[in-house]
């Protein structure tokens, strides 16, 4: 079975610094591997997925994530933080042949400092 | 466009009360997810719907049951709520089930006491 582990539970950005957020996951072969954001009291949103190809995928809101197979990473960046990017970011991994497989991570909640 | 609307957003129950949890979709999709959020556990699947007419267990269904009514709709039950049962329920839809993007309703905040 597939797991994937976020470290770190918080982070904090001053608004226009770079964001990086880590996602390492363990599975056998290729994963599908995707980003959510949940804002406050909302449900999650889909930031980007990867499933073939290039490693690195674009998304919405500026965000983008690089797929490492030698480091089982999928990592989230974004050149400059903007104070509504403030969320929590969730990193999932799909396996097999169905959704239901699809694991989540514990989240990483992003702080975003003036 | 409402997407995917969970009813009720808050809710108290008692130990032993029961109650459904409701969600609709409107985007034709065939794949329906109830996922419970706890705090440093992330979501976790407690039942899904490949598609109209079948339901499956997730990773933690003890103590719940579903009602795919049609393709729009999917209901989850808490026969006899117990505290551990206190979490944000999430119902989300996908297209189909290879791995389509979730669609996330808004969250339902349930406590037991």
């Known amino acids: 079975a597939q797991s994937v582990t976020q470290p770190d539970i918080h982070i904090t950005v001053s608004e226009g610094a770079s964001l990086e957020l880590r996602c390492n996951y363990s599975?056998?072969?290729?994963?599908?591997l995707f980003w959510y954001v949940q804002s406050p009291g909302q449900g999650l949103q889909l930031l980007l997925k990867?499933?073939?190809?290039?490693?690195l995928v674009q998304g919405i809101k500026g965000f983008e994530a690089e797929f490492k197979r030698s480091q089982s990473s999928f990592n989230l960046r974004k050149p400059s933080v903007h104070w509504s990017d403030a969320a929590e970011y969730f990193c999932?991994?799909?396996?097999?042949?169905?959704?239901?497989?699809?694991?989540f991570g514990t989240g990483t909640r992003l702080l975003v400092s003036p | 466009n409402a997407g995917v609307t969970q009813t009720p957003k808050f809710q108290v129950l008692k130990t032993g009360q029961s109650m459904t949890l409701q969600c609709a979709q409107d985007?034709?999709?065939?794949?329906m997810y109830w996922y419970r959020q706890d705090p440093g556990m992330g979501l976790r699947l407690i039942y899904y719907?490949?598609?109209?007419?079948?339901?499956d267990k997730g990773e933690v269904p003890n103590g719940y049951n579903v009602s795919r009514l049609n393709k729009r709709e999917f209901s989850l039950r808490l026969e006899s709520a117990a505290p551990s049962q206190t979490s944000v329920y999430f119902c989300?839809?996908?297209?189909?089930?290879?791995?389509?993007?979730?669609?996330f309703g808004n969250g339902t905040r349930l406590t037991v006491t």
């Open positions: 989300a839809s996908s297209e189909s089930w290879d791995n389509s993007p979730l669609h």
């Open positions: 599975y056998g072969a290729t994963p599908y």
């Open positions: 990867y499933f073939s190809g290039d490693t």
């Open positions: 999932a991994v799909g396996a097999g042949t169905g959704f239901q497989k699809l694991v």
């Open positions: 985007m034709n999709h065939n794949s």
């Open positions: 719907s490949a598609s109209e007419g079948t339901t």
